[in-house]
């Protein structure tokens, strides 16, 4: 199995086949991710006879990129892959994924709106509007002001105490 060169490709190039997620959850926080970062993780496809490429990885960005009008997808191409090596890639890439455990995610938030509060102070205020606030943190995060604010609680918590 070629390991796979990195390359852009029209996203109108790429096949995406019957897929193993049927439910492709919340795309929004994904396309402002990706609207505001640019995509961090490349699809992986496989070259095709005809010159196109069948998705082996990436349906949600894909779908997500369309949705905010991009063109073009950073890929990883891998060539020869037979279904069974296929199938394998797609399961190994979302089996193997862990998410944060509660106290990683309330703890990275945290991180993230305090330095977003540091930076701000470093703007001309006509640029910021004033002081940082939870608000702010929680529109950029897509998530709830008192989702955050209770996260923050928790965070200060297990600054306290690491064994909560």
Not at 65 to 85: F, H, M, N, P, Q
Not at 109 to 131: C, D, I, S, W, Y
Request: no cysteine; net charge negative.
């Amino acid at each position: 199995m070629d390991k796979g060169n990195y390359l852009v490709l029209p996203i109108d190039s790429i096949v995406v086949g019957t897929r193993q997620r049927e439910d492709l959850g919340e795309i929004d926080t994904l396309k402002f991710s990706i609207d505001q970062l640019g995509q961090v993780v490349p699809v992986i496809v496989n070259q095709r006879a005809d010159g196109r490429y069948d998705l082996v990885d990436g349906e949600r960005r894909i779908t997500a990129l369309k949705a905010i009008g991009r063109e073009t997808v950073e890929a990883r191409l891998y060539s020869d892959l037979d279904a069974l090596t296929k199938l394998e890639l797609e399961l190994e890439l979302n089996l193997v994924r862990k998410s944060f455990t509660w106290p990683e995610e309330v703890r990275a938030e945290a991180k993230l709106h305090q330095m977003k509060k540091e930076k701000a102070k470093t703007l001309p205020r006509n640029v910021t509007f004033g002081e940082w606030g939870q608000k702010d943190s929680a529109v950029e995060m897509k998530i709830s002001e008192a989702k955050l604010s209770q996260d923050l609680v928790l965070a200060a918590e297990l600054e306290k105490d690491p064994a909560l």
